[in-house]
């Protein structure tokens, strides 16, 4: 049995490994002077920033294995070691305008956990697991949480090495190419449990001055590719009632998912964004022939995510009628609301409490990897709050030492609950 | 003096340089099935063109100048060369998705006229000169009729040189590359007069069932590239009203261009385009950042375009207001509209009728090099319908042999008769 001397990790030593990675990609954005980070899944930037974060697994006495899909899993011994390990994990890739805490948190805040248990000399009865996924924002290859959905079978292996990205290069061979296309099976053997601790990449916490958000679950989301097709045409020339502009029915259908989320309709979390918006062939003196959009629509409530899906369809046939284009759509992404162990959300509010910091329940508005491991086995997600609004995929994405460390530490504390059953 | 014989190009002999020049930058345009023509000005294709289009001029016995803003004169002798010539030309460089009448016909129709005199044997008193000008589509370095501006003075060599593309190539080094960085002054000496015969672009005469088109002017045109910055954040767990989504604002300025239309506030004939459409970073799970978007607005009526002007910056103030975005533009393109000689006029109009060809007149919806030179010396242009609702900027453009042939002889006649002046 362990002492009962609670453990805490060094928080300095947490955010200067948080800081050393952000420097991995980094760049100057500059409209606002800050420092931003592009570790867009599988570039080379991605790759440093791999073998960065392998290389401390390897100083932390880890035993690092890479599978097929590129994840990366370091286990630390147990003292019974035929039990099935606790793991943490998260991502270390980034959208291409981010800062460096998104998912880099729940790893490195992981590994400190680690560093901190070799450090007081502490063997947990269970193997504890410190893990990295890839590509989980799916910026690149239009899919996001891609490798923990191989690792837990959602996604075939596959089908995830036939992805392309814009420019037709194929995520097997970027794969190959970074340096990360192992051997183990990517099917994961389950864990006894799995831990995420991530920034809430929302203003909530902040706003309510909260230190820890317990995690009940994360929304629906549904990702559309969507081909909006008019005739391109010359823009001086045509007269406007000969014109079918794709830009325009684009615009259109931008101002329509507006306008959904203000009909309540969809309950009052519905989220919607149009990201991607490009016309073909894009120049200033031609009517867009086509128009290439994206459509991300999140919703906590499963029922009312498929009523505003079946609605966009059905939007889809109006536009068609009013502006004669013609609309194609692909599912991207698609992953219904995932609610997480009653139990491990539990420890974690008690964790909370008992350290006296300040939390709430909250729903993620976010994908993460953790809500793949939900159907493998018991789940949770802790949370800290961000600085300006918690804005997040920005250079200005923020936690404080102090906000990222209590974070790390109620993981640390439920871990090791976990860790000793 | 000249025999009353009345003179006549070959009218498969134009149309087979017009096809010969449409197979240089030709593609496969896969929604369509169609072939396209991609010669935008100064890549590889362009520089083909122009070298396909010089040794025609050369095996006509024409010389050959290059200016330094990569402009092409191919002069013929007349029998008094102390006279300043009659200059026909036009443009043979394209959108990315053309087809191989626009410009094309003016230059090849000039050519063909050449070619014709040569057979005949015939000496004009006046010097005869087929020009073709760098970049009039202006899609590359966001200005049009480039080269033909400078020819007249209206746009600084230094200015049309520093000029960048996407890839901030510069306009200068992309001339030396495909080899037509001449060294003639590019300020040109005013011809005795200038025509230009091209396609309308349009629909009108082919909807009225006409053979010509005698171009009283081109309208006025106003190019803005501008930038609407709002705040980039995460498209999952941003709420709706935190949000200042610049995509958003760009859609809201495009449905609003087509509300200043239907307005009725500023003509009939006002026209207006989002042609270009480009979110930062663009990406499925970002709320858009920033939004660069294009603005075309055409008006025959230079009152009302200043209105419209005048009117599309208090819409920017409104934007700002409503949706908390910045919105910063600039001038790429600004000209008046351009009335063209009547004299000339008469003529085109006397020639379309003695030849039993069904005419009207018309205004330009599009830009042309005549408009520059409307500024230096008596200009008039002559049109051709076009099928399939006269579209242009399209695979789909496309001009009869009979239609090339009759504008080609119209300008033919008006010719002879302003190089005996």
């Known amino acids: 049995m362990l002492s009962k001397e609670k453990l805490t990790i060094n928080k300095d030593r947490l955010y200067s490994t948080l800081e050393e990675l952000g420097q991995i990609g980094r760049y100057l954005d500059e409209r606002t002077g ?16 791999r073998r960065r974060v392998v290389a401390w697994m390897k100083e932390l006495g880890l035993a690092v294995t890479v599978d097929k899909i590129g994840n990366v899993y370091a286990r630390r011994d147990g003292r019974d070691n035929a039990l099935d390990p606790v793991m943490m994990g998260s991502h270390i890739d980034s959208v291409p305008t981010a800062g ?36 989980e924002e799916g910026c690149r290859f239009s899919t996001d949480m891609l490798g923990s959905g191989v690792a837990v079978g959602r996604i075939p292996l596959e089908d995830a090495y036939a992805k392309t990205d814009r420019d037709g290069l194929v995520l097997r061979d970027e794969l190959e190419k970074v340096g990360f296309l192992g051997d183990a099976d990517p099917l994961v053997k389950p864990p006894h449990a799995y ?32 081909s909006v097709q008019g005739k391109s045409c010359h ?51 031609i ?43 692909r599912q991207t992404a698609r992953t219904d609301s995932v609610m997480f162990d009653p139990g491990v959300k539990d420890r974690i509010q008690a964790a909370a409490q008992a350290a006296g910091l300040k939390f ?16 493998i086995c018991r789940t949770a997600m802790v949370f800290v709050p961000g600085e300006y609004d918690g804005i997040s995929h920005n250079p200005r994405e923020f936690s404080t030492d102090e906000q990222c460390a209590n974070g790390v530490n109620v993981m640390f504390e439920v871990l090791m609950g976990l860790a000793e059953e």
């Open 360 to 375: 709430q329940r909250i729903i993620s508005g976010a994908g993460h990897d953790a809500q793949e491991f939900a159907s």
């Open 235 to 285: 823009a001086g020339t045509t007269p406007m009632n000969l014109r079918i502009d794709a830009g325009v029915a684009a615009s259109k259908l931008n101002l329509h998912l507006r306008e959904m989320i203000a009909s309540g309709q969809y309950g009052e979390h519905m989220r919607a964004t149009m990201g991607g918006i490009t016309p073909v062939p894009g120049l200033v003196n």
């Open 195 to 226: 831990l995420e601790c991530h920034i809430e990449q929302g203003p909530i916490l902040r706003a309510n001055d909260m230190d820890i958000g317990v995690v009940e679950g994360v929304q629906a989301i549904s990702w559309q590719a969507v």
């Open 100 to 135: 460096r805490f998104d998912g880099c948190l729940g790893v490195l805040g992981g590994l400190e956990i680690v560093r901190s248990l070799n450090e007081k000399g502490v063997t947990t009865k269970r193997p504890v697991v410190v893990a990295f996924f890839t590509d």
């Open 34 to 49: 800050l420092q931003g980070v592009n570790r867009l899944a599988l570039t080379a930037a991605d790759g440093e920033g």
């Open 287 to 329: 009517v867009p022939g086509r128009c290439e959009v994206t459509v991300d629509l999140r919703n906590p409530d499963d029922e009312l995510m498929r009523k505003s899906e079946r609605d966009l369809l059905k939007y889809y046939e109006q536009l068609e009628a009013e502006d004669g284009v013609k609309i194609t759509w």
